[in-house]
Nanobody, 115 residues
Framework: QVQLVESGGGLVQAGGSLRLSCAASRSSSSINAMGWYRQAPGKQRELVATITSGGSTNYADSVKGRFTISRDNTKNTVYLQMNSLKPEDTAVYYC?????????WGQGTQVTVSS
């Protein structure tokens, strides 16, 4: 069983930056891609960014050019660097790992961007 723990959320002014971290409890060869989702109040959870085990990345159009996903396999950690934050980025951000036999989710971390 792999647990994912997010950290790094908080309150920031528009235009500011935050870096989210997602630490896996242990290394697992059964997890391929990792990614970040977010869910704003009253809205569906949406995919923000993904990164494969080989390092290929993909982003939602709304965050392209502002957010960067990366991973440090030696630390079993995935990061989401968020720059030029906007009030519409306010949401709970969730880390997800796509496994061979199942998927894994973190508990979420709140990001609030004030105008």
């Amino acid at each position: 069983q792999v647990q994912l723990v997010e950290s790094g959320g908080g309150l920031v002014q528009a235009g500011g930056s935050l870096r989210l971290s997602c630490a896996a409890s242990r290394s697992s060869s059964s997890i391929n891609a990792m990614g970040w989702y977010r869910q704003a109040p009253g809205k569906q959870r949406e995919l923000v960014a993904t990164i494969t085990s080989g390092g290929s990345t993909n982003y939602a159009d709304s965050v392209k050019g502002r957010f960067t996903i990366s991973r440090d396999n030696t630390k079993n950690t995935v990061y989401l660097q968020m720059n030029s934050l906007k009030p519409e980025d306010t949401a709970v951000y969730y880390c997800k790992g796509w496994g061979i036999s199942r998927d894994y989710w973190g508990q979420g971390t709140q990001v609030t961007v004030s105008s």
